[in-house]
């Protein structure tokens, strides 16, 4: 995992947020692809600090997460 604090590197991504968010603000992330890699950023906070995964860890927390929700 990297982090970085510099967003203005990542002003050409693609965020979206998963269809389980509300429109009402909330505790939200937002992810953008790139080949390799998913960048994630807070929500309320797109100008702070953006985390980077390798696409294989990403999907190991999701499919972790998947598993715990239940």
């Known amino acids: ?11 050409g991504l693609s965020w ?5 968010s509300g429109t ?5 992330i937002e ?7 998913v960048h994630v950023r807070d929500s309320k906070a797109q100008a702070g600090a953006v985390l980077a995964f390798p696409r294989e860890q990403w ?7 998947r598993k715990a929700a239940v």
């Open 1 to 11: 995992m990297t982090t970085h604090q510099h967003v203005e590197r990542h002003t």
């Open 16 to 20: 979206f947020k998963s269809s389980y």
């Open 24 to 28: 009402s603000g909330g505790d939200c």
């Open 31 to 37: 992810v953008a692809l790139t080949p390799g890699t």
């Open 59 to 65: 999907a190991a927390f999701t499919a972790y997460a």
